[in-house]
């Protein structure tokens, strides 16, 4: 069965520096999305990605983050410069035409 | 109270006994759906149920619908250990061409042998 990829599983990283977490979804998707979860805290909704443009971004996406669709199959989230605040598990998802999303394992960044 | 509330927060129950989880939303949708989280892993879609639909079933799962309450439960029968785990309500709103979730908090289950 196809799935959402993620790599890496676990990010470390010094604050102030630039990470990108990448994402393979599902090969005939066409909707991507990134969301964050806080440890403890709700699942939150940062962005999503359609027709290689952003439709529909929260306010924790301000100008740190940026996505790309860089070649057919990646979809990539970078953070140019993190904050300790940073710290979570990053969620891709991705979905057909308003079908239900299906999600990658996660990548948990550590901003240290 | 937040966007996708969910009620208990914590459920703890014995193996075969049902579980019951509610959850509250605000919004207008166009589905509802519920994912399961096991510690600090990656999430699980389990069932969706469309705006229009009261009530839906999957294997040991039933889901209902009440959207003059904007209100769903989650009905898990005959649990298992395995089903420990959290769950979430999350509601689903279609804008600008694609689909934005709201999760709630969650449930967290804890099913004992």
């Known amino acids: 069965e196809p799935e959402v990829t993620q790599t890496p599983s676990h990010q470390v990283t010094q604050m102030g520096q630039e990470v990108i977490l990448r994402c393979v979804p599902i090969?005939?998707?066409?909707?991507f999305y990134w969301y964050r979860q806080i440890l403890g805290q709700k699942v939150e909704f940062l962005v999503s990605?359609?027709?290689?443009?952003?439709?529909?971004k929260s306010e924790i996406f301000d100008d740190q983050f940026s996505v790309e669709r860089p070649d057919g199959s990646n979809f990539t989230l970078k953070i140019r410069s993190t904050k300790l605040e940073d710290s979570a598990m990053y969620f891709c998802?991705?979905?057909?035409?308003?079908?239900?999303?299906?999600f990658g394992p996660g990548t948990r960044l550590t901003v240290l | 109270s937040q966007q996708g509330e969910e009620d208990p927060q914590a459920l703890s129950i014995q193996e075969g006994e049902n579980a019951t989880m509610n959850c509250s939303y605000k919004?207008?949708?166009?589905?509802l759906q519920w994912y399961r989280q096991n510690s600090g892993r990656g999430l699980v879609h389990l069932i969706l149920?469309?705006?229009?639909?009261r009530e839906k079933h999957s294997g040991r799962l039933r889901v209902t619908l009440d959207t003059s309450k904007k209100s769903s439960s989650l009905l898990i029968t005959a649990s298992r250990a395995a089903d420990t785990a959290s769950y979430f309500c999350?509601?689903?709103?279609?804008?600008?061409?694609?689909?934005?979730?709201?999760f709630g908090k969650g449930t967290k289950l804890t099913v004992n042998p």
């Open positions: 998802a991705s979905s057909g035409d308003y079908n239900e999303q299906f």
């Open positions: 919004t207008s949708i166009n589905n």
């Open positions: 090969s005939n998707h066409l909707y």
């Open positions: 149920i469309r705006s229009n639909e």
């Open positions: 990605f359609y027709n290689n443009e952003i439709s529909e």
């Open positions: 999350v509601s689903v709103r279609t804008q600008g061409g694609s689909e934005k979730l709201v």
